[in-house]
């Protein structure tokens, strides 16, 4: 059975790109551009893996992913952080608030998806 991904980027190039490579590579893919779309997609579906951009508008990716882990029925999926943010700081701050990898765009199109099959099996 196909994993689930989700998608979380208010970049709609971004959003299409990232969802389009999961979706060749036979996931199942939802999409969300904000963190109430995230969280409702969630409700709806839970998915396997959340790749999650960290600049969001209201609530950013860090204190999604903080919610996610807070809640019972989400602090198992793993979370991959997807941002333009390239700082030390910035991946520590992303791993201290429940990341569980961290990847900087522009997205690596070979290395993207044998990191997240990894991530994946490990769960």
Not at 21 to 31: H, N, P, W
């Amino acid at each position: 059975m196909a994993k689930r991904i989700l998608v979380v980027d208010d970049n709609l190039i971004n959003l299409k790109l990232a969802s389009e490579m999961m979706e060749c590579e036979g996931y199942l893919v939802d999409r969300a551009s904000n963190a109430e779309t995230a969280l409702a997609a969630i409700a709806l579906n839970l998915p396997n893996l959340v790749l999650m951009d960290l600049a969001l508008p209201g609530m950013d990716g860090l204190a999604l992913t903080r919610h996610l882990r807070s809640q019972e029925s989400t602090r198992h999926i793993p979370v991959v952080a997807l941002t333009a943010f390239a700082m030390k700081r910035d991946e520590e701050r992303a791993l201290e608030a429940g990341c569980d990898a961290y990847i900087v765009k522009p997205i690596d199109t070979r290395k993207l998806p044998a990191l997240l099959a990894e991530i994946l099996k490990g769960r």
